[in-house]
């Protein structure tokens, strides 16, 4: 186990839904990432969030909504979302260090999510 | 632009002997660069990795080399095991800003035969 766990583990919803996606680190990290791993695609960075702040906003849609109520938490609120949104969706954390350039992210294990 | 891509989308191989997993960059400021293995129903979890002020970096059994004339980045396996069986990513920092911002390649998969 890396550290990081991730709930639920599989999700099924329709278009109209909402659900959200729930992502713990137990690592004393200060960072926390959100990712999109699509099938035969390169993983895809979605946010940053640094001491609870969200410092990266890949372009992603407004339909997924972030929120970081703490270093340890993050979660991913999820509302009218298309089939091409079906993905793994993956959270990682890390322990930035001030002047280094190598800091680690350890993944959790994702959440399969299947919109219909 | 950025981007981080491997030669061979499969790669098999017999159980004991060794892997060789390559992986291309093409942003010269990347300044580190890290392997994944990610095995089925699992997240990525990290392997090794390597500044660029570097040409080799060994761990147990894994070896990454990087050659930054041509841009490659290659990732060797010793003796490999069934439980080596995954795929295996590269990502780079892309913009040699910090590791926030990786760039991942999109990934070869290992198959050990018996």
């Known amino acids: 186990e890396t550290g990081v766990t991730q709930t639920p583990r599989h999700l099924v919803m329709g278009m109209t839904n909402k659900k959200s996606l729930k992502c713990e680190q137990h690592?004393?990290?200060?960072?926390m990432y959100w990712y999109k791993q699509s099938a035969k695609k390169p993983l895809e960075l979605m946010f940053v969030?640094?001491?609870?702040?969200?410092?990266e906003n890949n372009s992603v849609p407004s339909r997924f909504s972030p929120e970081c109520p703490n270093s340890s938490h993050l979660f991913l609120h999820l509302h009218t979302l298309q089939p091409e949104d079906s993905a793994l969706y993956l959270c990682?954390?890390?322990?930035?260090?001030?002047?280094?350039?190598?800091?680690?992210?350890?993944f959790g294990p994702g959440t399969r999510l299947t919109v219909l | 632009g950025e981007s981080v891509g491997l030669h061979l989308p499969t790669l098999s191989v017999q159980e004991g002997d060794n892997s060789i997993i390559n992986c291309a960059y093409s942003?010269?400021?990347?300044?580190?660069f890290i392997w994944y293995k990610q095995e089925s129903g699992k997240g990525p979890q990290f392997i090794i990795d390597?500044?660029?002020?570097?040409d080799k970096r060994q761990g147990q059994r894994v070896t990454v080399l990087l050659n930054k004339t041509v841009k490659h980045l290659s990732l060797q396996i010793a003796a490999t095991q069934p439980g080596d069986s995954a795929v295996y990513f590269c990502?780079?920092?892309?913009?040699?800003?910090?590791?926030?911002?990786?760039?991942f390649g999109q990934g070869t998969r290992l198959t050990i035969n018996p």
């Open positions: 690592l004393g990290h200060n960072a």
């Open positions: 990682a954390s890390s322990q930035l260090v001030a002047g280094t350039r190598t800091d680690t992210q350890y």
């Open positions: 969030y640094n001491f609870k702040e969200q410092t």
């Open positions: 390597i500044r660029s002020n570097m």
């Open positions: 942003n010269s400021a990347s300044d580190y």
């Open positions: 990502a780079e920092n892309g913009n040699g800003r910090g590791a926030q911002k990786l760039v």
